[in-house]
T-cell receptor, first 114, second 116 residues
Framework: KAGVTQTPRYLIKTRGQQVTLSCSPISGHRSVSWYQQTPGQGLQFLFEYFSETQRNKGNFPGRFSGRQFSNSRSEMNVSTLELGDSALYLC?????????????FGDGTRLSIL | AQTVTQSQPEMSVQEAETVTLSCTYDTSESDYYLFWYKQPPSRQMILVIRQEAYKQQNATENRFSVNFQKAAKSFSLKISDSQLGDAAMYFCAYRSYGAGSYQLTFGKGTKLSVIP
């Protein structure tokens, strides 16, 4: 069974641009969560989607948005990029997102802002 | 809000020895889940072990075991017979129990080095 797939693996952007990251969950998984990982702040929750609906959102500005498609694939978008958005963005999937289900992570997208 | 604290930014262990990584957390909830995740240089977060707070028995997965002290809000990870492949960042994480809880709260991590 294929794992969680995140594309692209690396991305370089400049300030003010926007970026879209993609996450394909494990087949059959309908819950997708996104996390931002930085050396200073550690791992922080961005949002969670289930059946194309955002159920929970972390404490991030509105420049961070996401969506989920009917095949459970998810994208996150960051607009008006800032230097502080440089981070590893991790996606995790689970069957339905219930708390007793383990979350399976992808390899992440490393975003660098110049 | 829940918080997770890992007080050891870095640790090292000799190959084949035992090492214990510390984690404390703060919560007002009585039911929850605790996790240890491993993140090697390949970046993928791998679930090492999981503990349900309502279970008294400490979880064990092969060479990995936990010491869960609910009253003290402590959740340490013991790695026995350490191997070179255990070298990684280890994150302790908390998740609330029940509907509406969709996020993991992570500690800042402990970087474990294994000395041959």
């Amino acid at each position: 069974k294929a794992g969680v797939t995140q594309t692209p693996r690396y991305l370089i952007k400049t300030r003010g641009q926007q970026v879209t990251l993609s996450c394909s969950p494990i087949s059959g998984h309908r819950s997708v969560s996104w996390y931002q990982q930085t050396p200073g702040q550690g791992l922080q929750f961005l949002f969670e989607y289930f059946s194309e609906t955002q159920r929970n959102k972390g404490n991030f500005p509105g420049r961070f948005s996401g969506r989920q498609f009917s095949n459970s694939r998810s994208e996150m978008n960051v607009s008006t990029l800032e230097l502080g958005d440089s981070a590893l963005y991790l996606c995790a999937s689970s069957l339905t997102g219930q708390s007793n289900q383990p979350q399976h992570f992808g390899d992440g997208t490393r975003l660098s802002i110049l | 809000a829940q918080t997770v604290t890992q007080s050891q930014p870095e640790m090292s262990v000799q190959e084949a020895e035992t090492v214990t990584l510390s984690c404390t957390y703060d919560t007002s909830e009585s039911d929850y889940y605790l996790f240890w995740y491993k993140q090697p240089p390949s970046r993928q977060m791998i679930l090492v072990i999981r503990q349900e707070a309502y279970k008294q028995q400490n979880a064990t997965e092969n060479r990995f075991s936990v010491n869960f002290q609910k009253a003290a809000k402590s959740f340490s990870l013991k790695i026995s017979d350490s191997q070179l492949g255990d070298a990684a960042m280890y994150f302790c994480a908390y998740r609330s129990y029940g509907a509406g809880s969709y996020q993991l709260t992570f500690g800042k991590g402990t970087k474990l080095s294994v000395i041959p």
